[in-house]
């Protein structure tokens, strides 16, 4: 078996709960968030979490929406905890067989920051891994999670292998992950697919992470805006010299 690291220590995840349900609410996504938060906080990663819907979110695609109109936005004071950390979960639900509206905010403020540059002139979230949980009771995981996984990897997250998790039991109305069933039981607790799917999902996160840390970030050669704009092609040939 290859070795692996034995401490993840200097590791940072953020989740965020793109559920419609306000704290204290019950969260069924949050079931399952605690899952693979547990899994990390036990291999020493610092676990930072969040619902969005508890906070004044405003809608757009802009860094700080009171620029443009709204009287409260919360993000600007969130950012700081996202760009803390080196590795983003976003988990939310399924609703009419797609992401949440929150999921769908969430990724847009991500989105606004995409412009930003880090330090070695690569786009602000390079270096950093990210993933996804959906939860619900209808149809929907794959469309959700890939919709999910492209914006985090378009705007620079680097996704691992088998980067989603998820739980919808059989399709239609019904419990949704962790009610509680006639028999006593948790549906969804011991579903066999679910569970190595958030267990796997959850390690390559951090492989990806502690990997992508470890040398100071993703590699700095090709993928610089700013050197592209000054005339650097990396390689690149323009179609009318080629043979």
């Known amino acids: 078996m290859d070795a692996i690291p034995t ?3 200097a ?3 953020l989740f965020i709960n793109t559920t419609l349900t306000r704290s204290p609410g019950v969260s069924h996504t949050q079931r399952l968030i605690d899952v693979s938060a547990g899994i990390m906080a036990k291999q020493g990663v610092k676990v930072d979490q969040f619902r969005a819907v508890d906070y004044p979110i405003a809608s757009g695609v802009y860094p700080d929406m009171r620029e443009y109109g709204w009287e409260e936005d919360a993000w600007p004071d969130l950012l700081p ?6 590795i983003l979960v976003i ?3 399924i609703w009419l067989g797609d992401n949440s509206s929150e999921t769908k905010k969430i990724i847009e403020r991500l989105y606004a920051h995409s412009g930003e540059l880090n330090d070695r002139g690569q786009a602000g979230f390079y270096g950093r891994a990210g993933g996804c ?3 619900g009771n209808e149809d929907g995981i794959k469309h959700c999670a890939s919709n999910v996984l492209y914006s985090l990897q378009h705007i620079g997250y680097s996704i691992p292998p088998e980067a989603d998790a998820g739980w919808i039991g059989e399709v239609g109305p019904g419990p949704s992950y962790g009610d509680e069933l006639d028999d006593g039981t948790r549906a969804g607790f011991e579903n066999d697919f679910t569970n190595r799917k958030i267990t ?10 502690a990997m992508l840390t470890a040398p100071g970030g993703f590699p700095a050669h090709g993928n610089q805006p700013e050197e592209w704009a000054a005339g650097t ?5 323009n179609p009318e010299y080629r043979g």
């Open 7 to 9: 401490d993840f220590s």
């Open 91 to 93: 988990a939310g639900p």
């Open 81 to 86: 905890r996202v760009q803390a950390a080196d």
């Open 233 to 237: 092609r990396f390689d690149f040939e």
């Open 133 to 135: 949980i959906i939860t």
């Open 200 to 209: 796997f999902a959850t390690w390559n996160l951090i492989h990806l992470a």
């Open 11 to 13: 590791l940072s995840a």
